[in-house]
C-alpha cells in the first residue's frame, strides 16, 4: 500500500448511514473500472517510454509517470474498498 496521505481518511458519518443499494453502486462501479483501465494505459505507456532510448530527463519523467499513476490506481481501490463493499 502506498503512503497516499498522511492520516488515514476517516469514513463519512453520511455514506455509513446512508447504505447504497446494488443498483445505486453501479455508476460508481463503472466509473472506478473506468479510471482503472486508463491508468493501466497510461502505466504501459510509461513502460514503453523507457525501452526507448531517451534523454536522462525523458526517462526521469517517464518514471514519474509510472509512479503516479500506481499512486492513482491505488487511490482508486481504496476508494472502492471504503464505498464499494
Avoid at 443498483?23 to 494505459?41: A, V
Avoid at 526517462?59 to 481501490?77: D, G, H, P, Q, W
Wanted: charged share 30%.
Amino acid at each position: 500500500m502506498f503512503p497516499l496521505f498522511e492520516t488515514e481518511i476517516p469514513k463519512s458519518p453520511v455514506i455509513d448511514c446512508w447504505p447504497m443499494t446494488d443498483d445505486e453502486l453501479l455508476p460508481l462501479k463503472k466509473w472506478l473500472h473506468d479510471l482503472n483501465n486508463r491508468m493501466g494505459t497510461i502505466l504501459a505507456t510509461a513502460e514503453l517510454l523507457q525501452m526507448e532510448q531517451l534523454t536522462p530527463k525523458a526517462t526521469e519523467r517517464s518514471r514519474l509517470i509510472e509512479t503516479k499513476a500506481l499512486e492513482v490506481r491505488e487511490i482508486v481501490r481504496q476508494i472502492a474498498d471504503h464505498y464499494v463493499k
